[in-house]
T-cell receptor, first 115, second 115 residues
Framework: AQTVTQSQPEMSVQEAETVTLSCTYD???????LFWYKQPPSRQMILVIR??????QNATENRFSVNFQKAAKSFSLKISDSQLGDTAMYFC????????????FGQGTRLTINP | EPEVTQTPSHQVTQMGQEVILRCVPI?????FYWYRQILGQKVEFLVS????????KSEIFDDQFSVERPDGSNFTLKIRSTKLEDSAMYFC?????????????FGPGTRLLVL
């Protein structure tokens, strides 16, 4: 069974700073997908970024980028030029591309961006 | 932008009572999921549903749980006889197709409290 671990329950940075959220996972699969979802206060989870394991290039979406280290089973999220609207719970998730394609989540990291 | 909606946002019930949690997935989506998050714990997969049948369920999803798509728009989760440990946030999600490239879109959740 796959497991996802986020070791930082909470983080706090100043607006405009760069912040990195950590995620590690455990799997015996060779092909899989990894995700970062963001859940703002009292709002639904929305997808921030996706990485396919067979792609060596790290995914980027505007100010969001990942550092995917397949051998180390590490998948960190970097937020550059952080904004107040980035304040949210961030979940790392794993998915096998076969079957029901359910998401396996980490515990989440609560990120606060301070003005 | 289309969104997944869930009703009610909060529900309080007595132990042993039946509850039905409702979800309206995005209209052209074909794959549906329920997840739950007990306070302070990870978001956990409960069940996936496609083509009017369950495609995968977790160990949590025992005989007390059932899902249904009674019409073309709603997707429901029923708990027949609630237990204290069913208190959690329940999230519905939907996806357009079976491609792993397709994003799972989440609803805002229903917070269930069993007394």
């Amino acid at each position: 069974a796959q497991t996802v671990t986020q070791s930082q329950p909470e983080m706090s940075v100043q607006e405009a700073e760069t912040v990195t959220l950590s995620c590690t996972y455990d799997t015996s699969e060779s092909n899989y997908y990894l995700f970062w979802y963001k859940q703002p206060p009292s709002r639904q989870m929305i997808l921030v970024i996706r990485q396919e394991a067979y792609k060596q290039q790290n995914a980027t979406e505007n100010r969001f980028s990942v550092n995917f280290q397949k051998a180390a089973k590490s998948f960190s999220l970097k937020i550059s030029d952080s904004q107040l609207g980035d304040t949210a719970m961030y979940f790392c998730a794993f998915m096998k591309p076969q079957g029901a394609q359910k998401l396996v989540f980490g515990q989440g990291t609560r990120l606060t961006i301070n003005p | 932008e289309p969104e997944v909606t869930q009703t009610p946002s909060h529900q309080v019930t007595q132990m042993g009572q039946e509850v039905i949690l409702r979800c309206v997935p995005i209209s052209n989506h074909l794959y549906f999921y329920w997840y739950r998050q007990i306070l302070g714990q990870k978001v956990e997969f409960l069940v996936s549903f496609y083509n009017n049948e369950i495609s995968e369920k977790s160990e949590i999803f025992d005989d007390q749980f059932s899902v249904e798509r009674p019409d073309g728009s709603n997707f429901t989760l029923k708990i027949r006889s609630t237990k204290l440990e069913d208190s959690a946030m329940y999230f519905c999600a939907s996806r357009y197709s079976g491609s792993p490239q397709e994003t799972q879109y989440f609803g805002p959740g229903t917070r269930l409290l069993v007394l």
